[in-house]
């Protein structure tokens, strides 16, 4: 059974903190992404990464970075933590080449006070 | 540049009754796929269904039929028979190459109540 895993399903951290959003799969998928979700606006593409160490801007990246030292997992950092990334964020991940769906993680509730 | 549009914000439908989400989209790729995916309160993405830009048959799995409309440029989902589980948001999404993969592109959702 195909699994993507997300660190935190909810997580609360302070205004300029440095925040860590971890996700892993199991299913050996080149593709990952991170995704922001907020009401009336649906999902936004972040970053994504085609493979270990290679990633691209999505449509929303200010703000954010990420890391792929390693083929399963697949970090969105925020440098410096603002209230208005308080938001639903998203990983999933998708085989190269193909037009098969994405998989999703359970995603993590970010509130930033 | 590649658009998704989900003009119903929100609907009710009566358990047992049929109910069509409306979606449209934009693009002047000639391959891309089209899907609809369900988030239950809990919050998890779950995929419903895909059609293929070049499949001439509108795709179906079990209870969900995507009617797919190449010309007018829809791609509605629709769900016979509907049950209290299916109360949930919609989301419908697009793929295209862009840059070194296919990304998706997702409308803002359609929040479907399903009334005993």
């Known amino acids: 059974d195909v699994k993507v895993t997300q660190s935190s399903r909810y997580l609360v951290k302070r205004t300029g903190e440095k925040v860590f959003l971890e996700c892993v799969q199991d299913m050996d998928h080149e593709n990952m992404f991170w995704y922001r979700q907020d009401p009336g606006l649906g999902l936004r593409l972040i970053y994504f990464?085609?493979?270990?160490?290679?990633?691209e801007k999505g449509d929303i990246p200010e703000g954010y970075s990420v890391s792929r030292e390693k083929k399963e997992r697949f970090s969105l950092i925020l440098e410096s933590a603002s209230t208005n990334q308080t938001s639903m964020y998203l990983c999933a991940t998708h085989p190269r080449s193909s037009y098969n769906e994405q998989f999703f993680g359970p995603g993590t509730r970010l509130t930033v006070l | 540049a590649q658009k998704i549009t989900q003009t119903q914000p929100g609907m009710f439908v009566q358990e047992k009754e049929a109910v069509t989400l409306d979606c449209t989209y934009d693009?002047?790729?000639?391959?891309?796929?089209l899907f609809w995916y369900k988030q239950p309160s809990s919050g998890e993405m779950i995929f419903l269904i895909y059609q293929g830009s070049y499949d001439e048959q509108n795709a179906t799995e079990g209870r969900y039929s995507l009617n797919f409309q190449k010309a007018r440029k829809s791609a509605n989902l629709v769900i016979s028979a509907s049950q209290l589980g299916d109360s949930a948001m919609y989301f419908c999404?697009?793929?295209?190459?862009?840059?070194?993969?296919?990304?998706?592109?997702f409308g803002t959702g359609t929040l479907l109540a399903v009334q005993p």
């Open positions: 990464s085609y493979d270990v160490k290679m990633k």
């Open positions: 999404a697009m793929s295209y190459y862009g840059g070194a993969t296919n990304k998706l592109i």
């Open positions: 693009t002047s790729d000639q391959s891309y796929g």
